[in-house]
Every structure is written in C-alpha cells, then in structure tokens.
C-alpha cells in the first residue's frame, strides 16, 4: 500500500494495512522541516538507525557526491545490520537505489509551508550550524538573492520527485506510488503519531532539536513582497504542500477520534 490510498481508506483502514514494525522505514529529511526532532524519536523507537550524513570536512568532491557516498556506506553496513530506521537530507533518487538492495523500505516524509521552510532555509544556512556558512553568506547576502536562486526553488518537490520538469499531477501521482506516508509540519503531532502508529507506537512527539538561533546575519522581515516571491518561484512545492494538507485536514476528526480512543482505553 502507499500514500495514495491514505486518501481513499479510512485512517484505521490505512494504518491496519500500512502497519509494520520489520519494514526499513527510510525518513527523506528534506531541509527545515522539523527532521532533526523526527530523527531523534526514531533512533530511540526504531533501533538500529542510521543517519545518511554527508561529511562536510570534505572538500575534494562535491555534494551530490558526498551523499551517494554516504548511501553506499549505509548500504554497505545493511548487508550486516539489520536497520529498522534510516534518515537523511536523501532524494527519492537514492531512496530507489535503497530500495532496490533493501526491498522491505518503506519511504516516508515531512513537508512544511513553503514560505517558512524557504525562509528558516535561509536562516539556518547563515549560522555555524551549517558548516559552510560563510561561504553561503558570500554567495547569498540578501534572502531575495537565495529565494530567485534556481537551486533554492521547488526544492520539497525536487526532493521527492527529481525535477521540476514533472508536472505537478504526475509528481503527485508518483509521491503517492512510492511513499507510505506524507506529513506536514503544521499539523506535526498528528503526523508523528500517524508514522509512529504505522510503526506500531502509538506515541506523540517529545523532542524539539536544532531550533535555528537568531543572530546577526540570519534576521528575515516576513514582508506582503517577500512572501509573494517565494510563492510565484514555487509553485510546484505549494502545489505540493496544500495537495497534502488537504489530505491531512480530512483525516483530522478520524486521528481524533482514535487519540480519544486510545485515552479511554
């Protein structure tokens, strides 16, 4: 099953059927969408755990070799470890390959507001947390600078589809074929325990890691003008974004009702 039919079953339909524990559950942790705090619970809940990092000491390759090297790792070490969980600033690109040697993968994700995913991007990106921080400072010194940057665009969609070429429809299509569940941020609680259900943990959030500290290079004004042009350069993701919400807000009063149930029983 996948998350196309979270929108045609009941949710205790959807979770009956989706429901297992011995699956690999792969997390593709797209950047500023509360992954850090998801990541944490599922180490503790879902052991063993890999995190699929990249190391940023390296300076010889470029990113997207710096991570397929990290996906070859873990695969590599899954051939001896059995891993239940798995996370990673990863595309459906490499969740296909870890698919392919580890065919029990389920795929899941987490989506956020475009307009404040793009802008806590930014931010997050301006301090030492992100190791390459100066370097992004130099290359973007205005946030309308990072916002007009191709690569700064669409960038759940690309994530989770490969390119913006794919029309909106055909990527949706294709999200609810490969992945079991989709979250939102805004609706985080509801989307933890309807992944941890599916786990076979009924468990709500606890943690909250990596909260972006203000300083002086990463301060953003929400302007009418700077949330109109994050919104008319990603269409794709906000397309993206209100398909899932909607999803979410009609299976609300359904999540409800089994969190009563739960407390009753």
Do not use: C
């Amino acid at each position: 099953m996948s998350m196309a039919s979270f929108g045609q079953l009941s949710l205790p339909e959807y979770l009956e059927q989706n429901r297992d524990d011995q699956n690999l559950w792969l997390f593709l942790h797209i950047p500023k969408t509360a992954g850090s705090s998801l990541s944490t619970e599922l180490s503790r809940e879902l052991a063993p755990y890999r995190n699929i990092h990249i190391d940023y000491t390296r300076k010889d390759v470029g990113r997207p070799t710096q991570i397929q090297d990290a996906v070859d790792r873990f695969l590599a070490d899954a051939k001896t470890t059995r891993f239940r969980s798995a996370s990673g600033h990863i595309t459906m690109q490499h969740a296909t390959q870890i698919r392919g040697a580890i065919s029990r993968t389920r795929a899941f994700t987490f989506l956020r507001d475009p307009v404040a995913r793009v802008i806590s991007d930014f931010r997050y990106q301006r301090t030492p947390l992100h190791p390459p921080y100066k370097e992004f400072i130099a290359r973007f010194p205005r946030i309308e600078d990072y916002v007009t940057a191709p690569q700064s665009q669409d960038k759940m969609y690309r994530f989770l589809v490969g390119d913006r070429k794919t029309p909106l429809q055909q990527g949706l299509d294709r999200i609810g074929r490969e992945f079991t569940f989709v979250g939102t941020v805004e609706k985080y609680p509801m989307s933890f325990n309807i992944i941890f259900r599916l786990f076979g943990r009924d468990v709500m959030p606890e943690q909250h890691k990596r909260a972006t500290p203000k300083t002086e290079d990463n301060e953003v004004a929400e302007t009418a003008e700077l949330r109109k042009l994050i919104l008319d350069v990603n269409k794709l993701d906000t397309g993206l974004y209100d398909h899932v919400s909607g999803l979410l807000k009609a299976r609300e009063q359904e999540w409800t009702d089994l969190q009563a149930a739960s407390k009753a029983a």
